[in-house]
């Protein structure tokens, strides 16, 4: 797992630099060498790259959005397997699933970053985000209502209501002999 | 499914409910509990015979207790306890092998072994009853081969063996109203004077052939004046008897074949002659001992010409009876108060103006005045005679004296126990000093050491005994101060001597003890009685620095109108603080739920005449209870007319207008029972001081049930008139139970419900909204045991979650009477196999916990039943969900585990009470339970989720702690040093 992610970075980045390393090129290009190509091409390839680099990026926006959904269908399995009863297992699974919508939904701006664009649009893949990670935390609050820890009912509110007081007061009893 | 705050309970509900029953381990017992054993007061002791070489004596009590006791200690050799309804009149020795008693008002006689106290035998008379059977031994065994024991009750007399109990023979005299007052044997032995009363005027002297039972003779002599009935023997031959009206004795001669008699006048012999005369049972060779109000005096017999006194003691003092020392001398014992000390005489009856041994012995004070002396003698080293003598005094403590000294004395009047109160201890003062706890240091080290290897199974025998004797003689559980868990507190108790005792919850032993001055009886002869013990004042906040103290109520008299007393004790010393003698009758003491400033608690004391007084009788207690007097209400129950009234109170007493502690009062209710098919046999309600947590229960799929919970809560039951007697006297078709709910304050019957086929004695318990009950059912020949769970219909409605939330319900609004609300009623009812003598629930600081009943069980033992078995909602197929909730699967009988009882393997001989106090500690409740013994325990119905156990080792926390900051510190480093060998690699 380890050694297949690093991999898989490692191919990314080297995608990422050759495809940014001509257009911002930090190194100044060698004396004598003009870019090939004329002007005219010249600014239509760099418009298609754009246009290609703004269609990677939104592509890229959407699919981060929709990563929660492969997450919800897990979680949703979790917690059919830990079933109804409170114990350890299942508040754990319970809590996990709430707290990652939370903590993802509070990076909600970091996760788009990379894809910050004037001309990408990334509203609608944060709303989708925001959306999807809004339906797991609402898939563990189902969670945590089945388990029964939501005080959804009358008996949570009143479970420990002290008595009434009684306004009158009555004693006696068998008179003592 | 669980609400979130009671995860906890219920997760613990769930664990305790694996292990129904809560028992203690065998190395546990007496860490906690303790138990005393007690006989009652003396009435009658008789020392083994010297030549039986065994220092013992044995003894019958008031409490219907026969006891050998040790005279080097004190201690119980061997004791039985005989029911209340077979009462021991008399007790003798026979052939120095066997105690034999009579009981039954003659008509039972049994021979207990003396060595062991194992029964030989039992032998059944049929007598006429008489209130004053006698025993008679017959002095040797010229007459018979085995010693014949004479029983003389009423008209009747036998003549048993006292080897095997067979019936010699009997005899029924046939003249009516025959009262057999004394049997005498002749010096020869063959044969037997029987001296009896009839009617009241009429002396009969039988003659009776002691071998056959014969009558050889029958003279009857009529006398001038009635006779009261006291006789005593004063020779031989002459019988002394004190007339009718208690001024007069006759001196009473037979000889062979005639009676003749003299009248003597006691104005004539003593000059003081208030109160009650009593002719003291003393002595033969013709000395008599005559008990006024102020004086015992000593009378020689001169044939029935006279009586001349001897000596006068002054009041109080107290005779022996004779104690034969030779052949042809008695000696008899004195014992009088001077001052704080009190004085022991012997004389003989040959020479009565000598004295052979005249002794000061220091005793307690607040023992009162010495009642009964039992006088022994024993031969000292150099062959002369020494004499020993128990001691019963006023507060029923039995003392051995011997040579001026008091050997042993036994606090016996813990053996009746009227009313029971508990008080905290004082508060543990600041700075406790650390040097104290540094000196033990070593010793607490030592200590959790052992049982650190106790635990871990490497302890030797003699370590594992060591053990187990440093948790027993632990001195945290003895010391004198409050104890963060309220443990440790005073029971006060209150005997029917008028004595108020305390008694630390550690071990059992008495803190103090006072004798109260204002419940003992009088020079004339009244008999004051004590009634109850409340808690006076409890301080708290303000009035923190002051001691708390109690309140005792008695009477003066016998009579329920005769006027009451009262006392105030401090709690810590017992020293009276205030005394007070009403100048009204007491019926009903209510406390109330008011206190005044200084957290004194209001009490009404109801007078005969219905009407209510106000005590403390102070202007700021007034303030306080003039405001609550509308609502203040109480209700009499009258067992003889079969009635239960409600009263309310108004402002002033109409008779004596100008005390305005006085409040006269106003029928309001009343529930008259037809008296031709109910009878009530018994009313219940809760405790004033139990504690309710919540109103609402929640059940299965998370609904709400609100419980009715009223203080004014009444439970009757009443039984048809046929049913009221003894089990089997009734047919089932002739025999029902009705239960009744009734509010107290508006006389309301909330539930009615009849049992048909049932018959008491019912036994209840009410507490929450619950009454469990108990009864015969003579259709199953078995008790049954029933429960009904009252719940408040009209706030079922308050369920929607969001005015729950926004706080805009009713439910915390003060409830009144007035508003009938309606209720619904759940009962189920189930078998209980046991006999029960009393029913009590208990009780904890904020009834959180869940609630065990204790029964006192007929073996004189408590069981404690948990409340999950007698609930109304048992199903045979409970769902998944009630079972989650904790609700048992139903049986048509309730299990007895016998793991579950609280007394483990002690008895707690005629169990009278149970008592159940809270602790500071939510899961712990403490338990007092008293008959003739006394036990206390602890006890956790839902186990001690709340503390670690005793035996919860410190040490192996300590050292695992320990050891896993070690581990962290070693991990840390070798984890360093690897990264640093691999950086450098």
Known sequence: ?177 | MAPPRHLLLILLAAASLATLAAAVYEDQVGLADWHQKYIGKVKQAVYHSQKSGRRRVVVLTEENVIASLDLRSGDIFWRHVIEKNDPVDQLGLSLAKYAVTLSMGGSTLRAWNLPDGQMIWETNLQVSKSSKPLLHFLSNSKVAKDNLVLVSAGQWIYAVSSIDGVIAWGKEFSLDGLEIKQVLQSPENDILYVVGIAGSSKLNLYQLNAKTGEVVKHIQESFPGALCGETILGSHNVLVALDETRSGLFLIEFKGESINYNKVHISDLVQDLSGRVKLLPLMSNGIIALQASSTVSLLKLKGIDGLEVIQSFEQPAAVSNALTITEKDEGFAVVRHMGSEIEFIVKFTSDVSNEVIREKINIDQHRGNIQKVFLNNYIRTDKSHGFRALLVLEDHSLLLVQQGNVVWSREDGLASIIDVTTSELPVEKDGVSVANVEHNLFEWLKGHMLKLKGTLMLASADELAAIQALRLKNSEKNKMTRDHNGFRKLLILLTKAGKVIALHTGDGRIIWSNLLPSLRASKSGEMPSALRIYQWQVPHHRVMRENPSILVVGRSGTDSAAPGVLSVLDSYSGEELNSLKFDHSVVQIIPLMLKDSSEQRLHLIVDSHYRAHLYPRSPDAINVFLHEIPNTYFYTVDIEKNVIRGHSLQKSCDLSSDDEYCFSTKELWSIVFPSDAERIAITETRKMNEVVHTQAKIIADQDVMYKYLSKNLVFVATVSPKAASEIGSAAPEEAWLVAYLIDAVTGRILHRVTHHGAQGPVHAVVSENWVVYLYFNLRAHRFEMAVIEIYDQSRADNKDVLKLILGKHNLSAPITSYIRSEVMVKSQSYFFTHSVKTMTVTQTAKGITSKQLLIGTIGDQVLALDKRFVDPRRSVNPTQQEKEEGIIPLTDSLPIIPMSYVTHSLQVEALRGIVAIPSKLESTTLVFTYGVDLFYTRLAPSRTYDSLTDEFSYALLLITIVALVAAIIFTWIWSEKKELNDKWR
């Open chain 1, 1 to 177: 797992m380890e050694k297949g992610k690093g991999l898989a970075r490692r191919w990314a980045v080297e995608l990422y630099d050759a495809s940014s390393s001509s257009s911002h090129s930090s190194v100044s290009d060698p004396p004598g060498f003009t870019r090939s190509g004329p002007d005219a091409d010249d600014a239509t390839g760099a418009r298609q790259r754009k246009d290609s680099e703004t269609a990677w990026k939104a592509q890229k926006a959407w699919e981060v959005a929709q990563a929660p959904f492969k997450n919800l269908m897990m979680m949703g399995f979790m917690m059919w397997m830990a079933g109804s009863t409170v114990h350890l297992f299942s508040i754990g699974i319970t809590f996990s699933a709430l707290w990652q919508p939370i903590s993802a939904l509070r990076s909600v701006g970091k996760v788009f970053e990379p894809f910050k664009d004037p001309r990408v649009d990334t509203l609608a893949p944060k709303l989708v985000f925001i959306a999807l990670n809004l339906a797991a935390m609402g898939l563990g609050v189902f969670k945590l209502n089945t388990l029964g820890l939501l005080p959804t009912n009358a008996s949570d509110w009143v479970s420990s209501l002290a008595p009434a007081q009684e306004v009158e007061y009555a004693g006696g009893g068998i008179p003592l002999h």
